[in-house]
């Protein structure tokens, strides 16, 4: 079946790393999203891309980075420049005017 | 960018009808508009979208008002499993915002037995 896979479904890390957060999809979509969920809050967009080697900043890409060398990943790299982030994580992917196609999240505990 | 507002919350009763209002007062002439819903831990799914017209779909209705400034998602008869977070998103379609997707904070649903 096709789908977006994250992985891994819970992730803990110290203050001060780096972590990637995986997003893989065999939908054949060209758009990827990586939104930012607090607890009992909506969805915050941290980056997007619409093709290969392209991506643009949401409303909070600050101390976010992505990367986009294939057409089915898009991973998300939450740096030690962020300053909150604890959150649940989640990818999403389109084709064409669809709409969003979601994967089932990753939460993230930074202690 | 156009927003929506919705209320934080609402209460409906199994096998009843339910109606999830939408205002999105700055509403442009392209702009789509969308409904997802997330269940606890699960990432949204797609429920419906339109622009102009009433829709209908397996899961949901989709009723626009004349003046495309408001919205009702209906469900016509609530489940227990339809208790989730309702989220009502516009898409504009002729510029590049259109590709943001910006969710807001959407509306909860409870469903009592």
């Known amino acids: 079946d096709g789908g977006i896979t994250q992985s891994p479904k819970y992730l803990f890390r110290k203050e001060g790393q780096n972590v990637t957060l995986s997003c893989e999809q065999n939908l054949n979509h060209d758009a990827m999203y990586w939104y930012r969920q607090d607890p009992g809050q909506g969805l915050r967009l941290i980056y997007y891309s619409q093709i290969v080697n392209d991506f643009q900043k949401g409303d909070i890409a600050e101390g976010y980075s992505v990367s986009r060398e294939k057409k089915e990943s898009f991973p998300l790299t939450v740096t030690s420049a962020q300053k909150n982030p604890t959150a649940f994580y989640l990818c999403a992917s389109r084709t064409g005017e669809g709409p969003l196609h979601f994967g089932n999240g990753t939460r993230l505990t930074v202690t | 960018d156009a927003k929506t507002t919705q209320p934080n919350s609402m209460e409906s009763n199994e096998e009843e009808p339910v109606h999830l209002p939408c205002n999105h007062s700055?509403?442009?002439?392209?702009?789509?508009i969308h409904w997802y819903r997330q269940l606890p831990s699960q990432g949204p799914e797609y429920v419906i979208h339109?622009?102009?017209s009433n829709v209908n779909n397996r899961m949901a209705s989709l009723a626009i008002a004349e003046d495309r400034k408001s919205s009702t998602l209906i469900l016509h008869r609530a489940t227990l499993r339809d208790a989730a977070v309702y989220y009502c998103?516009?898409?504009?379609?002729?510029?590049?915002?259109?590709?943001?997707?910006?969710f807001g904070g959407g509306t909860r649903l409870m469903v009592k037995p």
């Open positions: 700055t509403i442009s002439g392209t702009d789509y």
């Open positions: 998103i516009l898409r504009a379609v002729l510029n590049n915002a259109g590709n943001m997707l910006t």
């Open positions: 339109g622009l102009t």
